[in-house]
């Protein structure tokens, strides 16, 4: 039997595979494969961690298929960079500003590009089989000792007890990419056992090994990413000393930990990322570690309006809802004019994230105000649109950055982005038009308000006041057609992305609520205009 098991394995490591791959390193039918013996017999051969993302962007780009999925507005400058230092095999550090998507960056590269590997089920370093030698694997088959002069982790102890007992059938699980990606957001508090291990004082007392055995060690993050993506967040934050434990993994391959006299190899792809203002900090990351990350890629904030509302739609996560195309308009306004504007630090950046979390609060409100108690369809309304202040996150320059000046400052913001939406909608209107309006407003008033609906009978529903503004209903009809139209080419961009389309595409359940959020629209936009046709005054639109 010890015989048998030797020149098996001896064929199975020698020989070429018996296999297909449908992508790098998988076999057509691996999933049918769950057992060590399964895969000896079919010669498999697995591939590291940088080939994988290699050869499967590879075949992406030949197919032209997509090859970073989520991943909006970057295709010019970001994706080529990608692009490049995964072919090149590189470790990569993404230098950006908050909210330029650089964390999801590298979680996208580990969910898309790289391959299942086999797996010894219940292994927490991801040991595959064939990370030992083919001597060593034929030792633990014949259960006997391998007495190494220079121990290396291959695989931990609980994996190598599972293949004496099990031999042949050690069960294996084929793990994917998503669940090979680690994450660490670098904080003072992470010590570099975190990072690289440690000996375990309750390993060593219950199973009675020596302290510098294989089977007292306790892994760290870097194993736990073994044959997967390790992303550390804010690389600038770790001490010299932590860094100095990661310089040794790119710059070898592998690590010790302490005076433990055993070789790790954790065979991962590395990324960082860092902000701009600590990434030129001098001394923030020590020169051979600057150096040794062979690519560095700057991220950016989306540069047009569409590529951000794209993104705030895919981002976003909301009940059941209808969100009106112009309203996405406004909430990226928002953000676009804070980070040109002098007030405003800019060194900190103006995160992606403030239209994402302003439309979770609008729908939030939308429902809080109207739909909950009146049992309709959320639906944000310019009117809603105040509520997003408690997401504005950004830094004063100029004022003393208190509460009340960020208020102010985000009240001008606002009033900014809703006169440009608005007058997207209204600008095209003949003057005459204009004209018939403030002569209808004459005498008269046009009351808006938060818990005011469409139509629900009541004497001041925008339905029953509409009907002494026959020339605001006209055009309110017109703004409303051309919304639907946007709404349409619109969910026909997010199908292109993949993103969730539910609540953009309209229904009738939404029609007396967008209706009524396009008439607050409207009414912006006649206030906008020059000369201005309507005047606003404590929500009352009366004429200018």
């Not at 990419?177 to 508090?189: E, H, I, M, S």
């Not at 046009?446 to 139509?455: A, D, R, V």
Request: glycine share 6%; aromatic share 8%; charged share 25%.
């Amino acid at each position: 039997m010890a015989q048998d098991f030797e020149n098996f394995v001896n064929q199975s490591y020698t020989l070429r595979p018996k296999y297909t791959e449908i992508t790098a390193g998988v076999p057509e039918d691996y999933k049918q494969i769950k057992t060590l013996g399964a895969l000896l017999e079919i010669n498999y051969k697995i591939v590291g961690a940088k080939e994988q993302l290699r050869q499967n962007l590879i075949s992406k780009i030949k197919a032209n298929s997509t090859k970073y999925p989520g991943i909006i507005g970057f295709d010019d400058d970001v994706v080529p960079a990608l692009d490049r230092a995964i072919l090149s095999r590189h470790d990569v550090i993404l230098v950006g500003q908050i909210g330029q998507a650089k964390t999801k960056i590298a979680q996208t590269i580990a969910e898309n590009l790289l391959s299942p590997i086999p797996v010894i089920r219940g292994s927490i370093t991801n040991d595959c089989p064939m990370d030992l030698p083919a001597s060593n694997l034929i030792l633990l088959l014949q259960d006997k000792e391998n007495s190494m002069s220079n121990p290396t982790f291959y695989i931990d102890s609980d994996s190598m007890e599972k293949i004496r007992n099990n031999k042949l059938e050690t069960p294996i699980e084929w793990v994917s990419g998503k669940n090979r990606f680690k994450y660490v957001l670098a904080t003072p508090d992470i010590s570099v056992k975190d990072l690289v291990g440690q000996i375990d004082a309750i390993k060593v007392t219950k199973k009675g090994t020596e302290m510098y055995e294989i089977e007292s060690y306790s892994p760290g993050q870097l194993m736990q990413a073994k044959h997967g993506l390790f992303c550390i967040d804010e690389l600038p934050v770790l001490d010299t000393r932590k860094q100095v434990a990661l310089l040794s993994v790119l710059q070898e391959g592998r690590f010790t930990t302490g005076s433990y006299p055993v070789i790790f190899e954790p065979k991962t792809v590395f990324f960082a990322t860092a902000n701009p203002i600590d990434y030129t900090h001098a001394g923030k990351i020590i020169e051979p570690l600057y150096d040794r990350l062979k690519s560095h890629i700057h991220t950016r904030y989306p540069k047009t309006l569409q590529d951000e509302m794209l993104i705030v739609a895919q981002e976003s996560k909301i009940p059941k809802s209808f969100i009106p195309i112009f309203m996405l308009k406004i909430l990226v306004r928002i953000a676009q004019h804070a980070r040109s504007s002098q007030e405003i630090n800019q060194d900190k950046g103006v995160s992606v994230r403030t239209g994402i979390h302003g439309l979770e609060l609008l729908v939030g409100e939308a429902e809080r105000i109207r739909a909950l108690s009146h049992d309709v369809l959320p639906v944000p309304r310019p009117d809603d649109i105040f509520c997003i202040g408690q997401c504005a996150k950004f830094e004063l320059a100029e004022l003393d950055d208190t509460a009340d000046n960020r208020q102010k400052t985000l009240k001008t913001l606002i009033d900014v982005a809703m006169k440009d939406t608005s007058l997207e909608y209204v600008k095209d209107v003949e003057q005459n038009i204009f004209e018939t309006i403030k002569q209808e407003f004459a005498g008269k008033n046009f009351l808006i308000s938060q818990e005011i609906l469409g139509s629900n009978g009541m004497e001041n529903s925008y339905e029953k006041q509409l009907q002494n503004f026959k020339s605001l209903s006209d055009l309110v009809d017109k703004v409303y057609q051309k919304v639907l139209l946007e709404q349409t080419e619109f969910v026909n961009q997010a199908k292109k992305y993949g993103i969730s389309y539910g609540s953009l595409e309209f229904s009738e359940t939404a029609s007396h609520e967008l209706r009524s959020a396009t008439l607050e629209l409207a009414l912006e936009g006649l206030c906008s205009v020059e000369p201005s046709v309507l005047n606003k005054k404590e929500g009352t639109y009366v004429a200018a």
